[in-house]
């Protein structure tokens, strides 16, 4: 078996060398391409997973959640880990060492700070809305106050960011690829299926184009 | 904004109480259920996540890479966290605040070990690669003895585990299902494509039935 996510690309930013090593276009797109992030934080000195939706805005990456939440209330002016995984193929070769898969991921490092102001918070969870359904938060009924207390926004700036990307076919060992093994690559992708609409929807309420056109 | 992952349902799987709070099929099910995880492990007191995949074997759970990988040695003999989460669908209510995503997840604490025997990690990874494609592993070339070497597998008790599913349609507050606004679900899932064969497949070379019957 190879190594778990195969790296034939990676790029790696950090503060001090922001030109030469990162490619913020790719850190960018693989963010923005699946909002489902796994957000790793430590409790007495153990790890803890938690998954989460993550949005960006410009150069931060934004999640949140209840403000009763352990997993926010331990990740707030900590260092945390979030890591955005995709996986787009099974990588099938000729011997098990070098089955692998295609996939696309971004790990990020940092110290996370809790969104205070309450304006800016409001801000925030209607970008979050609409970042992926366009207009969305506009039209919907505002959020009560109480419910914008109970909920804490954390955001990390993208400082050291490490990507790593693999596609294409297997690479066997030259001898391998003489041996009659059926080779290739099983591609993966999500699928956006038919919206179901709430069955208390009120009569005669259209189905909105930024459900219609809704893309992941 | 609800919490990030809202749980409906929740099972927590403790030694002393396996009988009553413990569901082992739902939390085998979502692990069965999608091979992709985020492994969680401290250095330094900081902590780190990554992603790789995962197989099942009875009450443990395993997954392997270099043995170099600095993810696996720092996850030996410690404490790590395993999630795997499944995103099933977009909650759209008719406030920010009741928006949500349908999804399965599964969180398991405890100690990772190193599957020290070579007879035995062979037989694993060859459990793995067959788990996801039944009798692969059989007609592969056989592993070399330095690939193994070079291949760690680590794995955990199925002991302290935490499933957490949402299904089906929002839950709004009461008032607002008179406002005029569409709320509903747009489901996702992982489609499987069309296998590509690796353009230096032998000529003649028939795709397998484990590969055209493959599903996720």
Redesign the interface.
């Known amino acids: ?5 195969p790296v034939t690309d990676r790029t790696r930013l950090r503060r001090s060398h922001t030109r030469g090593h990162f490619d913020r276009e790719t850190v960018n797109a693989i963010l923005d391409a699946q909002p ?1 992030c ?5 409790i007495d ?9 993550q949005w960006r805005e410009g150069n931060h990456i934004y ?4 403000a009763a ?1 352990r ?1 926010l209330k331990n990740s707030r002016d900590m ?5 955005v ?1 995709i ?1 787009d ?2 990588v ?6 070098h ?1 692998s ?1 295609n ?1 696309r ?1 971004v ?1 990020l ?1 940092g110290r996370a700070f809790k969104v205070e102001d309450d304006a800016e918070k409001h801000r925030k ?2 970008n ?2 609409n970042s ?2 366009s207009g ?2 506009d ?6 106050a109480q ?1 914008l207390k109970a ?1 804490m926004v954390l955001g990390m700036e993208i400082r050291e960011a490490s990507a790593k990307i693999r596609t294409g ?2 690479v ?1 060992e030259e001898a ?27 009569e ?5 184009d930024h ?1 219609r056109d ?1 893309t ?1």
Chains 1, 2 share one sequence.
């Open positions: 078996m190879s190594e778990t996510l489902m796994s957000v790793g934080y430590v000195g153990k790890p803890f997973v938690t998954p989460t939706l999640w949140h959640g209840s939440s997993a260092e945390v880990c979030l890591n995984a996986l193929g099974f099938m070769a000729r011997s098990g060492m089955h898969v996939s991921s790990t490092y969870l209607g979050f809305v992926l359904f969305r938060y039209i919907l009924r505002p959020d009560h419910d909920t076919a297997p066997d391998d690829y003489d041996l009659p093994i059926w080779a290739g690559v099983i591609p993966v992708h999500m699928q956006v299926g038919e919206p179901i609409p709430d069955p208390r929807n009120r005669g309420v259209e189905l909105p459900v809704f992941l």
